[in-house]
Nanobody, 122 residues
Framework: QVQLVESGGGLVQAGDSLRLSCAAS????????MGWFRQAPGKEREFVAA????????DYVDSVQGRFTISRDNAKNTVDLQMNSLSPEDTAVYYC???????????????WGQGTQVTVSS
């Protein structure tokens, strides 16, 4: 069982940066691949970024490649999403997710946080 709590969302202007953080419970955090998803109003939830259990591999959706960076600290049980050059199209609720499988983390992870709102004004 993994419990995830996101923080760091807020209202920013286009071009600004924002850093999301996800705190995970449990002593087995380092055995999980971690990911971030987002859901914009009226749209389906979409994969944003993922990182492997040891941070050795990462993956991003094309629309955020080069602007967003996912990282993790296994000593602190946290995973962060650094978001730069934000645009109104990035406005969404952002969710942290966890799964033991690197393949599943990008499609249908088992564990989800409650989400944090990110709003980017033009």
């Amino acid at each position: 069982q993994v419990q995830l709590v996101e923080s760091g969302g807020g209202l920013v202007q286009a071009g600004d940066s924002l850093r999301l953080s996800c705190a995970a419970s449990g002593r087995t955090f380092k055995s999980y691949a971690m990911g971030w998803f987002r859901q914009a109003p009226g749209k389906e939830r979409e994969f944003v970024a993922a990182i492997s259990w040891n941070g050795g591999s990462s993956d991003y959706v094309d629309s955020v490649q080069g602007r967003f960076t996912i990282s993790r600290d296994n000593a602190k049980n946290t995973v962060d999403l650094q978001m730069n050059s934000l645009s109104p199209e990035d406005t969404a609720v952002y969710y942290c997710a966890a799964d033991r499988s690197w393949y599943v983390i990008k499609t249908s992870p088992r564990y989800w946080g409650q989400g944090t709102q990110v709003t980017v004004s033009s």
